[in-house]
Nanobody, 129 residues
């Protein structure tokens, strides 16, 4: 059974930073597509970032709202995916979910998470003024 478990969420002031982690069991991130999406109260889900392959090269997507502030990465040795979030804004407040797909060439662009096989349970990020 595949499980993705997020951690690292919490309460932070605007302008601060958090690093979210996503650990997997029953699944290896090394050759997979990975991503994070979020959902704020009363709002639709929003794809934040993903990383996959396209034509043999890494293809990384960031939503316009987080470009330059967030960074997605993975540590194959630790079998963990990260989302480094800097210069956090109040509008970043949401539950953040980790997703993964065993096909490294899977879709990685707007609304990517819909097609990914595995989802975590989420971690709350709250940004205060």
């Amino acid at each position: 059974e595949v499980q993705l478990v997020e951690s690292g969420g919490g309460l932070v002031q605007a302008g601060g930073s958090l690093r979210l982690s996503c650990a997997a069991s029953g699944f290896t991130f090394g050759d997979s597509a990975i991503g994070w999406f979020r959902q704020a109260p009363g709002k639709e889900r929003e794809g934040v970032s993903c990383s996959a392959l396209r034509d043999g090269d890494e293809n990384t997507y960031y939503d316009d709202s987080v470009k330059g502030r967030f960074n997605i990465s993975k540590d194959a040795a630790e079998n963990t995916v990260y989302l480094q979030m800097d210069d956090l804004k109040i509008e970043d407040t949401a539950v953040y979910y980790c997703v993964a797909d065993p096909d490294p060439y899977t879709y990685c662009d707007r609304d990517f998470y819909i097609t990914y096989d595995y989802w975590g349970q989420g971690t709350q990020v709250t940004v205060s003024s």
